[in-house]
């Protein structure tokens, strides 16, 4: 059971969290999270120091979440070709979950490119792993000539291409079409099947 501290420590991050997809990093103050809190600035400075502390947090959380479930699926049983499958599909499902971060990652790169390369230096290993595993599969499976020859770079760029193109179109495709939520969903739910297809005719003999 969380302690007041925590509650109060895992409920700031939260907001941050909200408060930076919103709007963005620059726009984002940490007045407006404690107000948004319910709590004084000094509390909220008490536990993450600055605001580039919150979202070295966010950040962290967010690839910590997404790689360990990735890294789960290699664990697993199955075929190459499946593990690929659900590897696209958790990809998509966690971008799902979080519909406006790929909108946010998008406007913070083109904003402040800078930002992110002491991020990826602290937290690089994390897609490092991932690639690494991935890497020694794919090679296996293209030697034993059980799938058709692609390196991990250009099947890895494939899936987050293919995968991040939906959400940064759902905006504007809610706005012209006017889709209710659950129609966006049905579309979301295609799309996922598609990309799966997709990718799998690329590397299937």
């Not at 360990?68 to 049983?77: P, Q, Y």
């Not at 971008?95 to 406006?100: A, G, M, S, W, Y």
């Not at 402040?112 to 994390?126: K, T, V, W």
């Not at 792993?129 to 499976?141: C, H």
């Given at each position: 059971m969380k302690t007041e501290g925590e509650y109060m420590e895992a409920r700031i991050l939260k907001t941050a969290e909200d408060l930076f997809l919103e709007q963005g990093f620059a726009k984002t103050t940490m007045g407006q999270i404690a107000h948004r809190v319910g709590c004084n600035q000094a509390l909220v400075h008490y536990y993450y120091r600055t605001k580039e502390k919150l979202f070295e947090q966010v950040f962290e959380e967010k690839i910590?979440?997404?790689?360990?479930?990735?890294?789960?699926?290699?664990?697993?049983?199955?075929?190459?070709?499946?593990?690929?499958?659900?590897?696209?599909?958790?990809?998509?499902?966690?971008?799902?979950?979080?519909?406006?971060?790929?909108?946010?990652?998008?406007?913070?790169?083109?904003?402040?490119?800078?930002?992110?390369?002491?991020?990826?230096?602290?937290?690089?290993?994390?897609?490092?792993?991932?690639?690494?595993?991935?890497?020694?599969?794919?090679?296996?499976?293209?030697?034993?000539?059980?799938?058709?020859?692609?390196?991990?770079?250009?099947?890895?760029a494939t899936v987050m291409s293919l995968n991040i193109a939906p959400f940064l179109m759902l905006p504007a495709v809610r706005h012209v079409t006017t889709l209710p939520d659950d129609a966006a969903e049905e579309w979301l739910a295609a799309r996922r099947g598609e990309i799966i297809e997709t990718v799998l005719s690329r590397i299937r003999l």
């Open positions: 910590s979440y997404i790689a360990g479930h990735i890294l789960a699926i290699d664990e697993g049983e199955g075929s190459f070709e499946e593990k690929i499958a659900r590897m696209v599909g958790a990809h998509f499902d966690f971008l799902v979950q979080n519909p406006f971060f790929v909108p946010f990652i998008v406007g913070e790169l083109l904003d402040n490119p800078g930002r992110f390369a002491p991020l990826l230096d602290r937290h690089g290993h994390y897609p490092r792993e991932i690639f690494s595993m991935l890497d020694v599969e794919l090679q296996r499976e293209v030697a034993r000539g059980t799938i058709r020859p692609i390196t991990t770079f250009d099947l890895v």
